[in-house]
């Protein structure tokens, strides 16, 4: 087992009961169905959500056929159970990743440093021609506004130590996988294919090694930007880790409609527009959306660990389904 492996078994540890392969798809690239977002928290697995965005459904399913043939999973007609344990957790190799939380968050941040090294390194040695190594539009647009809205002299010696204090106030173990993927000046960033191969070792070792140290580096950045103020400048905006129609809806509701106004001025279905709202609940744990329960009832809810939505409403007949699932989804990470 890779720790890819590793990964896909530890979902089908928490999620109790059998899961089917798209389940599974969904929980493993971060699609924020309604489902997905109230199943995750439930299970209590929204820090490991969404941590291969690239991950393919027909690749997914190679890797449960392997795990089938060595035994660790089987399948029924319900879905895909755990058989053989791992000995080594997963959880305990990554303990600080925020999958629901800094979910597009810590990927666009990636590729905004990775780019903003380069333009800065390239800058400061005066190389004007080069290939970009982010090709994406947005994120060159976003490193250019950055680039115009920070103080020039010294930018690269600046840049410089806020990498380094990184590196040596958070104790990242493996500090080459990341500076091996910068570029600058005529070397360019190794891919984590070729990373894995220097060092003789498996691509996904290097891959959740690399964004577990990003996930870090953004919790810390969240507790004291201050600390960090060029890093802390190339994080997107937490709103983007929304969906673009819960966007819409946030957008409408911070406006000042309600719920029912919002249904009609976007023409859906109630249900869609409460999904939106868990969703945002889920992601932004401060926001005060429609019929949010009193956080006693919230704690109440999260001090015991549930299975099913109906038990919830079993001891708490006077709140929907909606809102139950708005207090299934405040809970913090927990792992």
Do not use: C
Not at 50 to 65: A, D, F, I, Q, S
Not at 186 to 194: A, C, D, F, S, V
Not at 234 to 256: D, Q, R, V
């Amino acid at each position: 087992m890779d720790k890819l492996d590793n990964y896909i078994v530890t979902i089908l540890e928490k999620s109790i009961t059998p899961r089917k392969s798209p389940f599974l798809h969904t929980i493993l690239a971060g699609r924020r169905t309604g489902q997905a977002v109230q199943d995750a928290h439930l299970f209590q697995m929204q820090h490991l959500f969404g941590l291969v965005p690239n991950l393919k459904l027909n690749y997914l399913e190679t890797r449960l056929k392997e795990l089938m043939r060595q035994g660790i999973i089987t399948v029924t007609e319900n879905g895909y159970t755990v058989e053989q344990k791992s000995n080594v957790s997963f959880e305990m190799s990554y303990p600080s990743f925020h999958g629901f939380a800094f979910q597009q968050q810590v990927f666009a941040f990636f590729a905004h440093l990775r780019l903003a090294v380069q333009v800065v390194s390239n800058k400061h040695h005066a190389e004007k021609y080069y290939l970009p190594v982010i090709r994406d539009k947005k994120v060159q647009q976003f490193i250019k506004i950055w680039l115009q809205n920070q103080q020039q002299e010294d930018l690269a010696d600046r840049l410089y130590i806020e990498l380094i204090k990184w590196f040596n106030s958070l104790a990242v173990s493996r500090p080459e996988f990341l500076v091996e993927r910068f570029s600058g000046g005529k070397l360019m960033g190794y891919t984590t294919e070729q990373i894995a191969t220097k060092y003789q070792l498996g691509k996904w070792d290097v891959y959740f090694e690399v964004l577990h140290e990003l996930h870090r580096l953004i919790a810390a950045i969240k507790e004291s930007e201050e600390e960090w103020p060029l890093l802390a400048s190339l994080i997107p905006n937490e709103l983007m880790s929304l969906t673009s129609s819960a966007i819409k809806t946030y957008t409408l509701w911070e406006k000042g409609m309600d719920l029912e106004m919002i249904e009609r001025i976007r023409n859906l279905k109630t249900s869609t527009i409460q999904d939106h709202f868990v969703e945002i609940r889920a992601t932004l744990k401060e926001a005060k959306v429609p019929y949010l329960p009193e956080e006693e009832l919230i704690q109440s809810i999260n001090s015991r660990n549930w299975h099913l939505l109906r038990d919830i409403k079993a001891a708490f007949p006077d709140l929907d389904y909606y809102q139950i699932r708005l207090a299934v989804v405040s809970k913090e990470d927990e792992q």
